[in-house]
């Protein structure tokens, strides 16, 4: 499915955000047209890798996702992430994991390690904007003892607008994009990159040369918030005949199979692995008992990392493993921990 929106002067009416400067302008892409920005949403996995080629960095970055407002409820995964540079604003991994394109925003790392949490995805070349503004301008400095400032307060403060939030900001951001939602996703991406080549341009114009890419970070797999583990992890199937109960040790990591791998673990990573089997297939392939219906993608994964778990001597290529893993949504957060201590 494609989609493509297009914004009127009309769609800039927007409910009044409790955060803001509302005797400032409110801020739209829209008012820039030095060069002027088009929006692309796109939900075609092709159409936004073309797309994404033809993004030049610096970028402006950021994400959306559903919240949940239930007592107890599980974080969402990420719905939609909005990149930008002069000219296009994509609504949308290679760029996001390039270290030499370089992506901005308001506590961008933390978008980034999202990201990770969800897909796997490890961002480099994240630049703060409140870092930069720190470096880049000696009134910012004084004002906040804080790298990580509000969007909202960095647009006001560089671009003399409000960016306004409202009740669109918790949008099912999972369902297709209206308008405004559409508007209020690509100003989040586009004010971040207004505000950062305002600052270079201050940095300048005081005579302050800075290197960008020098305060640049990227995600650490192995970081402490990375590293905890979900409440809704369980390392194998639990429902599966050929699943079988973690013997936990003191020397291992609870995600960890110390004993050696059950046949059905060795046989999916050799049809994985040596017969370059595609799930689907593998999932009927795997049936065991007399089971009519094919396994579920989740079990058969669990298969080939817990064969790779037991015996650390079987080749794989990480890469493939990852894309593997990937292909389920709950299988990420069952095994990225592995994965992260193997990398």
């Given amino acids: 499915m494609e989609k493509q929106e297009s914004l009127s002067s009309a769609s800039k009416t927007t409910p009044v955000s409790n955060e803001g400067d509302l005797s400032l302008p409110v801020y739209s892409f829209m008012d820039y047209r030095n060069p002027a920005a088009a929006v692309v949403y796109t939900r075609c996995e092709n159409e936004a890798d073309s797309l994404i080629e033809t993004l030049k960095g610096p970028l402006g970055f950021d994400l959306e996702w559903r919240v949940m407002w239930q007592a107890g409820a599980k974080e969402r995964r990420t719905a939609l992430v909005q990149l930008c540079d002069k000219r296009t604003i994509l609504l949308i991994q290679e760029v996001i994991e390039s270290a030499s394109i370089l992506k901005t925003g308001a506590n961008i790392l933390n978008d980034g390690e999202k990201l990770y949490r969800d897909f796997g995805i490890r961002a480099q070349g994240l630049v703060e904007l409140g870092a930069l503004a720190t470096r880049a301008d000696n009134k910012f400095a004084s004002m906040y003892n804080r790298e990580i400032v509000s969007l909202s307060k960095m647009v006001a403060m560089y671009l003399g607008k409000t960016l306004l939030k409202g009740k669109v900001r918790t949008s099912n951001w999972e369902a297709d994009l209206s308008t405004q ?6 100003n989040d991406a586009h004010c971040a990159l207004m505000v950062y080549n305002k600052l270079l341009q201050i940095a300048a114009t005081s005579g302050n040369k800075l290197n960008v890419a020098s305060y640049s970070c990227k995600v650490n797999p192995r970081s402490p918030k ?19 109960s973690y013997q936990k040790s003191q020397a291992l990591p609870d995600y960890c199979i110390p004993d050696p791998p059950r046949p059905q673990y060795l046989r999916a990573y050799k049809l994985w692995h040596h017969d370059k089997m595609p799930v689907d297939k593998m999932c009927m392939t795997l049936r065991t008992g007399g089971r009519v219906e094919a396994l579920k993608e989740s079990t058969v994964i669990s298969y080939v990392v817990g064969a790779l778990q037991a015996d650390r001597r079987l080749p794989f ?3 493939r493993l990852k894309d593997l893993i990937r292909m389920e949504a709950s299988s990420w957060q069952r095994h990225r921990q592995w994965i992260a201590s193997r990398e």
């Fill in 226 to 244: 990375l590293q905890e583990k979900d409440s809704s992890s369980s390392p194998l199937p639990q429902g599966d005949a050929n699943a079988r």
């Fill in 317 to 319: 290529d990480m890469e």
């Fill in 181 to 186: 939602m559409v508007e209020y996703a690509a």
